[in-house]
T-cell receptor, first 113, second 114 residues
Framework: DGGITQSPKYLFRKEGQNVTLSCEQNLNHDAMYWYRQDPGQGLRLIYY???????QKGDIAEGYSVSREKKESFPLTVTSAQKNPTAFYLC????????????FGNGTRLTVT | AQSVTQLDSHVSVSEGTPVLLRCNYS??????LFWYVQHPNKGLQLLLK??????LVKGINGFEAEFKKSETSFHLTKPSAHMSDAAEYFCVVSETGGSYIPTFGRGTSLIVHP
């Protein structure tokens, strides 16, 4: 079955450490997205990529980095510069045009202490 | 520029009664509008979408939404709530002529009482 796989489901890190969240899709979608979800704030866009080897900052990119070396993969690194990294992170993909719905992974819950 | 406002952060209904989740949008261009549902600790699932065809859109699990351009609204309804409908619901807008990056509302938590 086609879909998006995020791993791991739960991730624990110490403050000051970088951590990379995995996102893989086999839907052959061009566009991929990373969102951060905090209670009561909806989804906020971190980074997005519309094509391989290209990506753009979203609304809250500071303290995060991404790469898009392959169409199916869009990993997110949460760096030590991110002031409040504890959150639920969601990866999504779409075919690209405005009327294309997003397909979501099941998320990674990151806890930094 | 595009934006979306979900008018209620929480909606509480009894099982078997109608559901209404309200969404207003703002868009400089012809928008595409979506409703997604999220169950706890899960990703989001598409309920339905509007893309300038019929103004009344039917989705999965008995939900439907009506696009009203004059009111800039896209409210989500269901005639009879089920316990399994308890979840977080997000209204999303994406506009032609812009970057087509979707903008999410803050979500409405639907609580269903037995």
């Amino acid at each position: 079955d086609g879909g998006i796989t995020q791993s791991p489901k739960y991730l624990f890190r110490k403050e000051g450490q970088n951590v990379t969240l995995s996102c893989e899709q086999n839907l052959n979608h061009d566009a991929m997205y990373w969102y951060r979800q905090d209670p009561g704030q909806g989804l906020r866009l971190i980074y997005y990529s519309q094509i391989v080897n290209d990506f753009q900052k979203g609304d809250i990119a500071e303290g995060y980095s991404v790469s898009r070396e392959k169409k199916e993969s869009f990993p997110l690194t949460v760096t030590s510069a991110q002031k409040n990294p504890t959150a639920f992170y969601l990866c999504a993909s779409s075919m690209g045009p405005r009327d294309s719905p997003l397909h979501f992974g099941n998320g990674t819950r990151l806890t930094v202490t | 520029a595009q934006s979306v406002t979900q008018l209620d952060s929480h909606v509480s209904v009894s099982e078997g009664t109608p559901v209404l989740l309200r969404c207003n949008y703002s868009s400089s261009y012809s928008p595409s509008l979506f409703w997604y549902v999220q169950h706890p600790n899960k990703g989001l699932q598409l309920l339905l979408k509007y893309t300038s065809a019929a103004t009344l859109v039917k989705g999965i699990n008995g939900f439907e939404a009506e696009f009203k351009k004059s009111e800039t609204s896209f409210h989500l309804t269901k005639p009879s709530a089920h316990m399994s409908d308890a979840a977080e619901y997000f209204c999303v807008v994406s506009e032609t002529g812009g970057s087509y990056i979707p903008t999410f509302g803050r979500g409405t938590s639907l609580i269903v009482h037995p």
